[in-house]
C-alpha cells in the first residue's frame, strides 16, 4: 500500500436531487460500499469516508469501514474532504464521490500515477472517450478539452472541443470527465481557501476554479465506468449495467 496517500469519500446524505443516494440499496449492498470497495482495492492508502449524517456513519461502521463526522456547513465534498484529511499527513487526498459505484482500483490507480509522473501538476483525475452521440450533448455528461501531454485546458457541460464544419480534423474525439480528483496536498489546501470563480459559477463545475487559478490538472484517460447515481432513476440504469457486466 502506498503510504503517500488518503482516499477520502464524501457521502453526503442531504442530496437535493436523490435524498440518502448513498445508502441506497445496489444488488444489496449501499452505494456507498460499492465505492468504497473500489478505493480499498487500490491499494494507495487508508480510505475513509466523510459524512454530516448520523444515518450514513453508522451503516458505513457497519460494512467494516471506518467514517468521520464532518460539518453539515461544507459548501461542497472537496470542503468536506479537506476537513476530514486535515489531521493527517499524506502527501496526496483523493477524493473518490460516494455516488459512483462503479469506480474500478485501476482506474485509480493509473489517475494517481499520472499524477506523480507529473511534477508540473497539482491535481489529477480521468477521462474516457465518449462514444455515444447522446453524450456529446448533453450537460450532465462533462467534457474535457486537453493538451497532447494530457493537461487539462477547459471543462465544460457543453460539446468541447468545437468541431468546425471546416475542420480538416475529422473524427477527433471528445472526452468525459469522470469527476474525482487528487490533490497534492499543498494544492488541496490552497484549492479549498479560493473563492467560487466565475466560469466555476457560470458552468457549476469547481474544477474550472482550480484552472483559473493557475493550477494544472493532469488527466489520464481510462476504460468508461459504470452509471453514476444523481437521481432515483439511475439506480435502474446501474442494475442493468450490472447484469450486462454479469453476463
Known amino acids: 500500500m502506498d503510504k503517500s496517500c488518503l482516499i477520502v469519500i464524501p457521502a453526503r446524505y442531504g442530496s437535493q436531487r436523490f435524498p440518502g443516494k448513498v445508502l441506497a440499496k445496489l444488488a444489496g449492498k449501499p452505494v456507498i460500499q460499492w465505492c468504497w470497495e473500489a478505493a480499498v482495492k487500490a491499494g494507495l492508502g487508508e480510505v475513509i469516508v466523510a459524512t454530516e449524517h448520523k444515518a450514513v456513519l453508522e451503516a458505513v461502521c457497519a460494512f467494516g469501514a471506518r467514517a468521520v463526522m464532518t460539518s453539515p456547513r461544507c459548501q461542497s465534498g472537496t470542503d468536506r474532504v479537506y476537513e476530514a484529511a486535515r489531521g493527517s499527513r499524506e502527501k496526496f487526498v483523493i477524493n473518490i464521490q460516494g455516488d459512483e459505484p462503479f469506480m474500478k482500483a485501476a482506474v485509480l490507480k493509473k489517475a494517481f500515477l499520472k499524477l506523480k509522473n507529473s511534477p508540473d501538476c497539482q491535481i489529477g483525475t480521468a477521462c474516457t472517450r465518449i462514444t455515444e452521440k447522446a453524450d456529446v450533448e448533453n450537460p450532465n455528461c462533462v467534457k474535457v478539452a486537453m493538451s497532447g501531454e494530457g493537461r487539462a485546458l477547459y471543462f465544460s457541460r457543453c460539446p468541447v472541443p468545437f468541431h468546425h464544419p471546416l ?26 481557501s479560493l473563492k467560487p470563480s466565475p466560469l466555476e459559477r457560470l458552468e457549476r463545475l469547481e474544477q474550472l476554479r482550480a484552472l483559473e487559478n493557475g493550477l494544472r490538472i493532469a488527466v489520464a484517460q481510462v476504460p468508461a465506468l459504470g452509471p453514476a447515481i444523481d437521481v432515483p432513476a439511475d439506480l435502474k440504469a446501474a442494475e442493468r449495467f450490472l447484469k450486462k457486466a454479469w453476463r
Not at 167 to 175: A, E, H, I, N
Not at 176 to 187: P, S
Open 167 to 192: 475542420s480538416d480534423l475529422k473524427g477527433y474525439p471528445y472526452y468525459r470527465h469522470y469527476g474525482f480528483y487528487i490533490y497534492r496536498r499543498e494544492a488541496l489546501k490552497r484549492f479549498v
